[in-house]
């Protein structure tokens, strides 16, 4: 595991973003995994402003992103394909037959992450899969006790993470109890992991998923495993990061 920490979050955020320009600069057909939440808001800004000041093309790119809610239409704001269009898909020349979330609205969920799994096999597998960490340790909605083989699944929300996700809807009754998710098998499966997290908030949960012990419990500890991951922290986020794996870049 590679861990990249930056002095500021708007440096992590320009690092995180140049990663996957890079990564689309030399296969324009890259299969990226992308990730929701307030962290990569301004890795998306930032991949915008890429395209329209630098040209960075779109065109060929196949997403998949990690997760969806369950009973929210595709035209929901609180939906994670709302949040992709108004993030990114809205203002990249991505089409968007090349988008792919989690159907959440499907009758029959097994069916629809069995087909999430086939797509994404189908395709050849993810190039690149970027991540943020809830405050538990969850990546996607992989919420504790994980399982590290487990693939795209029906996931039953934690407390913790509908009260952390509940500001953005009406009231916290509103969040959906469900969502369907990568699993963290699907997500070591990728060929290269980017996992992002800025802000005090998240020090202690960052210090155990790296350094910690490999458990289900911190779901996001799974990471270690994988042959190429790299972490991306600012230095609120990597407060608690033992001194000697830290590598400044300015
Ligand atoms: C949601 C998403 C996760 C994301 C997490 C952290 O729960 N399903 O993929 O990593 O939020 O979000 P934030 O960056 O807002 O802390």
Same mark, same amino acid.
């Given at each position: 595991?590679?861990?990249?920490?930056? #002095?500021? $979050? $708007?440096?992590?955020?320009?690092?995180?973003? !140049?990663?996957?320009?890079?990564?689309?600069?030399?296969?324009? @057909?890259?299969?990226?995994?992308?990730?929701?939440?307030?962290? %990569?808001?301004? =890795?998306?800004?930032?991949?915008?402003?890429?395209?329209?000041?630098?040209?960075?093309?779109?065109?060929?790119?196949?997403?998949?992103?990690?997760?969806?809610?369950?009973? %929210?239409?595709?035209?929901?704001? &609180?939906?994670?394909?709302?949040?992709?269009?108004?993030?990114?898909?809205?203002?990249?020349?991505?089409?968007?037959?090349?988008?792919?979330?989690?159907?959440?609205?499907?009758?029959?969920?097994?069916?629809?992450?069995?087909?999430?799994?086939?797509?994404?096999? @189908?395709?050849?597998?993810? !190039?690149?899969?970027?991540?943020?960490?809830?405050?538990?340790?969850?990546?996607?909605? &992989?919420?504790? #006790?994980?399982?590290?083989?487990? @693939?795209?699944? =029906?996931?039953? /929300?934690? #407390?913790?993470? +509908?009260?952390?996700?509940?500001?953005?809807?009406?009231?916290?009754?509103?969040?959906?109890?469900?969502?369907?998710?990568?699993?963290?098998?699907? +997500?070591?499966?990728?060929?290269?992991? /980017?996992?992002?997290?800025?802000?005090?908030?998240? $020090?202690?949960?960052?210090?155990?998923?790296?350094?910690?012990? %490999?458990?289900?419990?911190? #779901?996001?500890?799974?990471?270690?495993?994988?042959?190429?991951?790299?972490?991306?922290?600012?230095?609120?986020? $990597?407060? @608690?990061? !033992?001194?000697?794996?830290?590598?400044?870049?300015?």
């Amino acid at each position: 595991m590679e861990i990249l920490i930056q #002095p500021s $979050a $708007a440096s992590a955020t320009q690092l995180a973003a !140049e990663m996957i320009a890079q990564t689309l600069r030399a296969n324009p @057909r890259a299969v990226l995994g992308l990730a929701t939440g307030h962290t %990569l808001e301004p =890795v998306y800004a930032r991949l915008a402003q890429m395209h329209q000041k630098l040209l960075l093309d779109f065109s060929g790119c196949r997403t998949f992103n990690l997760d969806e809610y369950i009973g %929210l239409p595709a035209a929901d704001p &609180n939906s994670y394909r709302s949040y992709m269009n108004l993030h990114l898909f809205e203002k990249v020349n991505i089409a968007r037959h090349n988008t792919h979330l989690p159907d959440g609205m499907a009758t029959h969920l097994d069916a629809a992450c069995a087909d999430y799994e086939g797509r994404i096999a @189908r395709i050849g597998g993810i !190039e690149l899969q970027l991540l943020g960490i809830g405050l538990n340790g969850h990546i996607g909605f &992989n919420e504790p #006790p994980s399982r590290s083989d487990s @693939r795209t699944h =029906v996931e039953e /929300l934690s #407390p913790e993470t +509908i009260r952390h996700n509940a500001p953005q809807f009406a009231s916290p009754a509103r969040v959906p109890r469900r969502a369907i998710t990568m699993g963290i098998g699907t +997500i070591l499966d990728s060929h290269r992991c /980017l996992l992002l997290a800025t802000g005090a908030e998240k $020090a202690d949960i960052v210090a155990q998923a790296v350094e910690g012990p %490999l458990t289900g419990q911190i #779901p996001a500890s799974a990471l270690q495993t994988h042959f190429n991951c790299t972490v991306i922290l600012d230095s609120a986020a $990597a407060a @608690r990061v !033992e001194a000697q794996v830290q590598t400044v870049i300015s």
